[in-house]
């Protein structure tokens, strides 16, 4: 009977992994760099070894799936985008890890198993549709709908970092202007400081520590990351009405300092959040939600009775 | 066997019946005034009738379902907000009819039933997932998610003239400002034409009148109207990755005025729609979608094994 299955993150920085049984137990877990100097098949190679170091009985293994940053098409399991993984992009990934692995891998963008991860064992166990928003270097978007990933018909969903929030304002490079992650990533933060003489090399974390220590200008950013965020998730409610709205990732810990701003515009700006019960929450995971998730991909197209 | 329903479209200014056959057929059909000033008994009693004209062999019919404007708590089937149908608000409308029919009822959002007659009948047969505009005096969204019409977990999903287009412009009655229904709908349309001075009492039809016959500043209208559609569409691409977005409602007729502009913003403000066979399209049943899609509820809850 398959009960274990391998989940794994690939990111642009870390390769992680992990066996998970049907129970969310973590087996074994293994942490590594992402060798993206050394190139693509070394990469290949060491997604490789890591599924086979994790992997025992093969009999009881429910399958691999690999969470990646980027563009995909679910039905061929090639990434079409990805600034962080640029030479996996039009490269046969799924297919390539399946081959060496002698087993059958699903392949999904990273923020759609955060969400799905934060579904399964995090924020989200107590209900069937969520959407999660990862504040990173971008803003990635994963929208959990009864139960499953929403992969719309290629398998682009929930690209929610590009949600327009001033419309002709910033260029983005996916050629929108404006978008939500010129306002609310990491990366906006440091831009936002930047611009307003806080400093050149400061980090969104020092921006962040300025902010809590009084900062106008620091609160001044987050301030405005939260009205951002607030403008796009009133957007997401009135589309959606789920019941849960999560925020995850590096910016995470700021929350303190955006939330009161993000919610106040939430409240604003939804007729459909005022007459609701609509919870917009932290994830709970952190890091670990992109690898529960990859792991309970193989878990969701097994019978249910198997569960 | 259960092999026709009943489908009602309550508008504020009419109200219409059919019965309606498993294979699509309209089988008989009445129309008629919605009689706001006799108050809502009389509407109830002009809904009821309408019903039980249409019905013969109640062995056979599948149920009836009901699409109204407004906010909806699917659960309780009371209408929580309604501009066009204020007396109906917190009436348990879904209930009254149901009692003197002595028959369940389903009731429904107007665009959600719009957005299920074109997946069943019209423009949208082809596809399982889709996203209708109504293009009226405001802006409906209906969302239909693997054939189905996405609720959320109230019954408040697809308020999608309420995505916000300008975020600190016009004020809007649901809280928010530059909302999608302040530049796309007959009633901005109207109020662009006054504050252009075209005219105090320009209809949306008489502007677009104006614009195809050159007028520069009715032109322009369309323009806004066009580009601030594409936005949206734009949002709800990168959302959805959807096959297909529907247009409908009084001001379709203008599509030629408006679709340039709509068409260029949405290719360059999504990604996914330049790397996608993204459609997006005119609906094809005009007023009739309602009734199709109010009629195809009852249908929907019933085992396949009959369809």
Redesign the interface.
Known sequence: MADYSIGVDLGGTNLRAAAIDRSGKVLRKISGSTNLSEGRDAVVSDIVAAISSLRDDTDRLAGVGVGVPG?IIMETGII??SPNLPFFVDFPIRDEISKHLGLPVILENDANVAAMGEKWMGAGRD?D?LVLLTLGTGIG?G?I?KGKV???????????G??????NKHPCG????GCLEKYASATAIVCMARSLSLGDNLTAEAVSHLAAGGDEKARAIFTTMGQSLG?AL???V??????LYLLSGGVLPAWDLFAPAMLAEVR?????F???NTRIEKATLGNEAGLYGAAYLPFEGLPLQEQ
């Open positions: 563009f079409t985008d209900v549709d978007g929208i709908t929403m992969h719309g018909f290629v398998g682009m969903a929930g690209e929610l590009h949600l327009t929030i001033v419309p996916c050629g929108n202007q403008q009133a957007m997401l009135n589309t959606f009405n789920y019941p604003r700006r939804s007729y459909n005022r007459a609701t």
